[in-house]
T-cell receptor, first 112, second 110 residues
Framework: DTEVTQTPKHLVMGMTNKKSLKCEQH?????MYWYKQKAKKPPELMFVYSYEKLSINESVPSRFSPECPNSSLLNLHLHALQPEDSALYLCASSQTRGETQYFGPGTRLLVL | AQSVTQPDIHITVSEGASLELRCNYS??????LFWYVQSPGQGLQLLLKYFSGDTLVQGIKGFEAEFKRSQSSFNLRKPSVHWSDAAEYFCAVGGGKLIFGQGTELSVKP
């Protein structure tokens, strides 16, 4: 089973809201990733967690705050977002960093 | 610098025709190479990967890809395209940090 799940599927939020995206995998993977994807573009890496520790932060604005509560869960906390943050947010996981990444279905985020 | 180039932004093929999507990479070491497919509004699905060994790699849905070190290429092929293959295809290289090409959008004519 190579399933990564993400909730919610769709999210609409105002610029003053606080919301969270959730990602879960039960494959025993120890690396998890957040990507942002704009329309007609490839995914852009935001964060990488390895063994529940943040190992890569691609200079993402502080209004995005990742959290890895345990090896199966990855959250992305959102606060004071801008309309240009509207995108598809993808979560991925891999056995360890450097191994094949498996992606979830994504959360479509619209910031009004 | 590490990079991936997919020269074709959009390709249209007839159903039943063969398909080849091109991918060229620039990478310092022996690369890990991947092809992913993405249907509209969906996540990325892994089609196949190359780490080492046999340079012709078989994937899911009847796809295959050939690694050619001398040409720095990893082209994706399918002998007979189905309408359901219409999607965006991404070539990627790397390990801990994937580097994606810009993608090739495939349209299938009936």
């Amino acid at each position: 089973d190579t399933e990564v799940t993400q909730t919610p599927k769709h999210l609409v939020m105002g610029m003053t809201n606080k919301k969270s995206l959730k990602c879960e995998q039960h494959m025993g993977h120890r690396a998890m990733y957040w990507y942002k994807q704009k329309a007609k573009k490839p995914p852009e890496l935001m964060f990488v967690y390895s063994y529940e520790k943040l190992s890569i932060n691609e200079s993402v604005p502080s209004r995005f705050s990742p959290e890895c509560p345990n090896s199966s869960l990855l959250n992305l906390h959102l606060h004071a977002l801008q309309p240009e943050d509207s995108a598809l947010y993808l979560c991925a996981s891999s056995q360890t960093r450097g191994e094949t990444q498996y992606f979830g279905p994504g959360t479509r985020l619209l910031v009004l | 610098a590490q990079s991936v180039t997919q020269p074709d932004i959009h390709i249209t093929v007839s159903e039943g025709a063969s398909l080849e999507l091109r991918c060229n990479y620039s990478y310092g070491a022996t690369p890990y190479l991947f092809w992913y497919v993405q249907s509209p509004g969906q996540g990325l699905q892994l089609l196949l990967k190359y780490f080492s060994g046999d340079t012709l790699v078989q994937g899911i849905k009847g796809f295959e890809a050939e690694f050619k070190r001398s040409q720095s290429s990893f082209n994706l092929r399918k002998p007979s395209v189905h309408w359901s293959d219409a999607a965006e295809y991404f070539c990627a290289v790397g390990g801990g940090k994937l580097i994606f090409g810009q993608g090739t959008e495939l349209s299938v004519k009936p």
